[in-house]
């Protein structure tokens, strides 16, 4: 989903509006709150607690889902590492299915499987509207459970440093660096999805993961700490220096792991070239 729902807008002047997204759990509820208002005034106790239950529980799904929504917005989801079994987000999909049912069922009557119906239906609308929360790591295409879980380990930590230097970045007021750390997290990333599509490239990229990226990270984390400290121009251009540095290294690494998917497939398809004139198809 990577990104996520908890973008805000932002205008020209600076100001930021907040993301609308998950205010239609409050506004779609509202008959519900009406109801039990009414329920209330007719002194009807038992549909003032089936309405008013009901919408409690859209309230706080929305409340649980925007708030899930904006934790994410500048913190993205981990691909690799392992992720908890219950978000807000998700904890408000089912509290919306819940609330749906117990609409159904208790505030207008329907029976347990139509009830139950509506409350599988209102679990999909919110999985297309907003998404779930993935629970599990994608598998890497790999043979034996022990070598994935070694290759998703080293991909988890790499992808903790890479979170690391974007948190960095967030702390950096100069432009500039901030944008260059930011690629070069870009370029962390799309390695990290070279290395997934291809898990036996883990042990020619190990030096890129274990010095390189992790050097990356140390620098840039120095940089955030001092920076404010110490505003030097002479901190600031070394730390240039460094990132140029940096953006080559990752850069080489990316192109050589490039190269070795052209090279791979140069050589299957002079093989399999091979294999048809063999059989006298060419």
């Known amino acids: 989903m990577s990104d996520w729902d908890g973008n805000r807008s932002e205008s020209s002047s600076g100001f930021r509006w907040p993301s609308p997204k998950g205010f239609w759990l409050f506004l779609f509820p509202l008959p519900l709150l009406f109801s039990s208002i009414l329920a209330l005034g007719s002194g009807r106790l038992g549909a003032l607690l089936a309405h008013g239950s009901a919408y ?5 799904a ?7 929504m904006l934790a994410t917005r500048d913190r993205p989801i981990r691909r690799y590492g392992r992720r908890p079994w219950l978000t807000r987000k998700n904890l408000g999909g089912g509290l919306v299915a819940a609330a749906t049912f117990v609409a159904a069922y208790f505030a207008v009557g329907n029976g347990l499987p139509n009830a139950a119906a509506f409350g599988g239906v209102a679990l999909l609308a919110f999985h297309l509207l907003y998404g779930l929360d993935p629970l599990r790591p994608p598998r890497l295409p790999l043979g034996g459970e022990g070598e994935d879980e070694r290759v998703r380990k080293a991909l988890a930590e790499a992808e903790q440093r ?7 970045a967030r702390a950096i007021g100069n432009s500039e660096l901030r944008q260059r750390l930011g690629a070069i997290a870009g370029q962390g990333r799309e390695i990290l999805g070279l290395i997934e599509r ?4 883990l ?22 700490r001092t920076h404010k400290l110490a505003d030097s121009r002479e901190l600031e251009q070394n730390f240039r220096n460094v990132l140029v540095t940096i953006e080559d290294v990752f850069a080489e690494q990316q192109q050589r792991l ?15 070239t091979k294999q048809l004139k063999n059989e006298g198809i060419l």
């Open 258 to 272: 490039l190269e070795t998917d052209v090279l791979d497939l140069d050589v299957r398809l002079e093989v399999l």
């Open 56 to 60: 409690a529980m859209f309230a706080l």
């Open 203 to 224: 042990r020619r990229a190990r030096k890129f993961l274990t010095v390189y990226l992790e050097g990356a990270q140390q620098v840039s984390a120095g940089y955030a």
């Open 162 to 168: 890479i979170l690391s230097i974007e948190q960095s």
């Open 198 to 201: 291809r898990p036996r490239d």
């Open 62 to 68: 929305g409340l649980l889902t925007r708030r899930g």
